[in-house]
Structure formats: C-alpha cells, structure tokens
T-cell receptor, first 115, second 116 residues
Framework: AQSVTQPDIHITVSEGASLELRCNYS??????LFWYVQSPGQGLQLLLK??????LVQGIKGFEAEFKRSQSSFNLRKPSVHWSDAAEYFC?????????????FGRGTQLTVWP | EPEVTQTPSHQVTQMGQEVILRCVPI?????FYWYRQILGQKVEFLVS????????KSEIFDDQFSVERPDGSNFTLKIRSTKLEDSAMYFC??????????????FGEGSRLTVL
C-alpha cells in the first residue's frame, strides 16, 4: 500500500539556519514526488516536484529536494531559513501512468522559525 | 495570478444536515479534485472529476458524498447527511492535466466544516 512518512511533526530552527525536512515513501514503483507548503489561512502551494531525471530538484522560495531511490526518500532542504518560511510542509506522492491527481500525503511537518 | 477559490471558509452544521461546499477552479483547468484533512490527520484524497464525470474516488467517498459541476465554472461537493466524523478541512484542487500527465494541482484555501 502507498504511504508517506514525515517523521518530524514539529521542527524549530533559528532564522538563517539550514533546514532539512524528512520524507520517506512506500510505493510499488518510483512515484511522482511533491512537496507542498501551507501557510496559515492559505491553500496548499506546490514547492517542487520530481518526475524523472536529475535527482536534485530546485523549487520556489530557495527550496530544493533530493530523491534517493535506495532510501525511498525525498527530503526537503533550504540552506538559510527566513522567518516567512514558518508554515506546514507536506510531502506527497502520486502514481505514474493514468492516475488522475490522486496524491498520497504525509502528515505534515510544522516549521517554526525563531528570529 | 489565477487561483482556486472556495466558499464558505467555515461552516457549522448540525448532524444529519446537508452541506454543499463550493469551489471555483482555475478557468482553463480540466481536472478537479476534492481532498479533506481531519484535524491532526493526513490530507486524504476524496474524488477526482474529469469530463463531467468522476474519474476516481476513494473508499471515503461513499453514497453520502456527491460532486457536481453545475454551470461550467463551479465545482461542488455535497454531503447529504453529515456525521460528526465529517468534520474536517475540505480542499478543492484543479489541474490543467492529470497528475499522470505531470499536471500540477492547484489547491484552494479550504473550507472548514464543523458538524455538531
């Protein structure tokens, strides 16, 4: 069965510090991989996605993520966090082929940024 | 920037009442979705809709739920007889192409449903 695990429910970092949010997935084959962010009162916004090719993908707002097939992981990173990055982050997967938008989400990681 | 809009932002209802949640997807999008998130739990897929019919639905999407695109712009989710366990944040999303065709989902801000 498909599943996505985000082992960290809540992470606190200082502004300017580096960030890594973990995501592991269980899927029959290599799925499409996504990171979404949700700021308070906002909808889910796509940060980045991996479909194929280079395993290090760049996204918006200075985020990047690396797909590691051997570890079934797709961790999100940012070298220097800004206070505006405080939000909830969701990792998600979708099957390749004909699946029309069925995403499987992790529970989310709440990021708090100290000034 | 085009966006998906949802109304209402918050609805409180009594158990057993019918609820309709409304969504206006991005205008040139062809695929529409509803997801929900029960407090403290994962965001879960409910249903996808394409070409005026349901493409896929999850086990959550039982006979109490229905979706409709009544007028070419709105996309609605109806819950016929609400239960306490239907209390959740409901997200509408749309995409130009299906995810299988590398379509990106654009989500609305959500409608919070509270069933008393």
């Amino acid at each position: 069965a498909q599943s996505v695990t985000q082992p960290d429910i809540h992470i606190t970092v200082s502004e300017g510090a580096s960030l890594e949010l973990r995501c592991n997935y269980s899927y029959g084959a290599t799925p499409y991989l996504f990171w979404y962010v949700q700021s308070p009162g906002q909808g889910l916004q796509l940060l980045l996605k991996y479909f194929s090719g280079d395993t290090l993908v760049q996204g918006i707002k200075g985020f990047e993520a690396e797909f590691k097939r051997s570890q079934s992981s797709f961790n999100l990173r940012k070298p220097s966090v800004h206070w505006s990055d405080a939000a909830e982050y969701f990792c998600a997967v979708a099957g390749r082929g004909s699946t029309l938008g069925r995403l499987y989400f992790g529970r989310g990681t709440q990021l708090t940024v100290w000034p | 920037e085009p966006e998906v809009t949802q109304t209402p932002s918050h609805q409180v209802t009594q158990m057993g009442q019918e609820v309709i949640l409304r969504c206006v997807p991005i205008s040139n999008h062809l695929y529409f979705y509803w997801y929900r998130q029960i407090l403290g739990q994962k965001v879960e897929f409910l249903v996808s809709f394409y070409n005026n019919e349901i493409s896929e639905k999850s086990e959550i999407f039982d006979d109490q739920f229905s979706v409709e695109r009544p007028d070419g712009s709105n996309f609605t989710l109806k819950i016929r007889s609400t239960k306490l366990e239907d209390s959740a944040m409901y997200f509408c999303a749309s995409s130009e192409r299906g995810t299988g065709g590398t379509g990106e989902l654009f989500f609305g801000e959500g409608s919070r449903l509270t069933v008393l």
